[in-house]
C-alpha cells in the first residue's frame, strides 16, 4: 500500500520561505517522475513543480526561480524549497506523480501566505 505524508506547511509572511517535504511509504519514489502540486480555495489542483527518475526539473512559471524541488532517495522524500513567497501562493500542497493516482493522494499540507 502506498502512502505519500506532506509535511512543513505553516503560516508565512510575504517573501518568507517553507520547505515541504513529501515522506513515501510502499514506493521508490526515485524511479517516478513525481510533482509538487497546490489547490487554492475554489480552484483546481494545479502541478508546479516536477522531477523526473533523471532529474530533469521543470516548474509552472508562477514559481519559476522561486521554489526549488528535490529528491533523497535514501529517505524516500520529495522536498519543495518555497522562497520568496507571496499570498497568491496560499494553498495546499500535495505530491502525486505527474500523472496522478487517485489512491496516493495524501492530505497535503496548508500553506498559507499573509501579513
Known amino acids: 500500500q502506498v502512502q505519500l505524508v506532506e509535511s512543513g506547511g505553516g503560516l508565512v509572511q510575504p517573501g518568507g520561505s517553507l520547505t515541504l517535504s513529501c515522506a513515501a511509504s510502499?514506493?521508490?519514489?526515485?524511479?517516478?517522475?513525481m510533482g509538487w502540486y497546490h489547490q487554492a480555495p475554489g480552484k483546481q489542483r494545479e502541478l508546479v513543480a516536477r522531477?523526473?527518475?533523471?532529474?530533469?526539473?521543470t516548474y509552472v512559471d508562477s514559481v519559476k526561480g522561486r521554489f526549488s524541488i528535490s529528491r533523497d532517495s535514501a529517505k524516500n522524500t520529495v522536498y519543495l524549497q518555497m522562497n520568496s513567497l507571496k499570498p497568491e501562493d496560499t494553498a495546499v500542497y500535495y505530491c502525486?506523480?505527474?500523472?496522478?493516482?487517485?489512491?496516493?493522494w495524501g492530505q497535503g499540507t496548508q500553506v498559507t501566505v499573509s501579513s
Open positions: 502525486n506523480t505527474v500523472l496522478p493516482i487517485a489512491s496516493w
Open positions: 510502499g514506493v521508490r519514489l526515485s524511479i517516478r517522475t
Open positions: 522531477i523526473t527518475s533523471g532529474g530533469i526539473i
